[in-house]
């Protein structure tokens, strides 16, 4: 079963727009919420990460908002610029294991 | 640069064959990994190893196999056992018992 939910699978933003992309979890032992983006023929890279004992994380134009009581988190790309087109990945883990689960992607495009 | 070089990039057998894919980092990391990436599927875990000669099974092991004779190397072989082969492999490495991954760009892996 999956662990870590994604939604949109694909997202259409026009340039200078807000993206926003979903994630759900179940497993309440997960401690460690990071964001990878992957642009094609690449591997996937962090972009930024959370941890639960904050409820937003903000990054330049990257920010992650947390709701624990829900088990959501959500990447908000403000400003959104054709150059973020990528795949992105939501991901949970647990500190001190090996796994980390991913979520099944959004594709990004972003509209001059 | 420090980094994870993944080698070749695009990699084409015929059904029945094994193959293997290499892995190399120079980060100093101890754990590494290998996922494979499916459309629509986000990334699964294979195997990881934590230290020179040991690894663990993922979530999908089965019809794969690997070593970890230098701390440097985690080649993967995918042998004729693995009834889907075709897929986009990546491979990661990060300090011990923690996050953030450090992904390669990937081997495409086609099977015909």
């Known amino acids: 079963q999956q662990q870590v939910k994604q939604s949109p699978q694909s997202l259409i933003v026009q340039k200078g727009g807000i993206s926003i992309i979903n994630c759900a979890y179940e497993?309440?032992?997960?401690?460690?919420f990071p964001w990878y983006q992957q642009f094609p023929g690449k591997g996937p890279a962090l972009l930024i990460a959370?941890?639960?004992?904050?409820s937003e994380k903000k990054e330049g134009r990257f920010t992650i908002s947390f709701n624990k009581s829900a088990k959501q988190f959500s990447l908000h790309i403000m400003d959104s610029q054709p150059g973020d087109s990528a795949t992105y990945f939501c991901?949970?883990?647990?500190?001190?294991?090996?796994?980390?689960?991913f979520g099944t992607g959004t594709r990004l495009t972003v509209i001059p | 640069d420090g980094g994870i070089t993944q080698s070749p990039k695009y990699l084409f057998r015929k059904e029945g064959q094994n193959v293997t894919l290499s892995c190399e980092q120079n980060?100093?990391?101890?754990?590494m990994y290998w996922y494979r990436q499916d459309p629509g599927q986000g990334l699964r875990l294979i195997y990881y190893?934590?230290?020179?000669?040991?690894?663990q099974k993922g979530d999908i092991a089965e019809g794969y196999s690997v070593s970890r004779e230098k701390k440097e190397s985690f080649p993967l072989t995918v042998t004729s056992a693995q009834k889907n082969p075709t897929a986009f492999y990546l491979c990661?490495?990060?300090?011990?018992?923690?996050?953030?991954?450090?992904f390669g760009n990937g081997t495409r892996l086609t099977v015909t």
């Open positions: 991901a949970a883990s647990i500190t001190g294991a090996n796994n980390l689960f």
């Open positions: 497993n309440t032992a997960f401690d460690y």
């Open positions: 190893s934590q230290i020179v000669n040991d690894f």
């Open positions: 959370i941890r639960p004992d904050v």
């Open positions: 990661a490495s990060s300090y011990l018992g923690s996050s953030p991954l450090h």
């Open positions: 980060l100093n990391h101890d754990a």
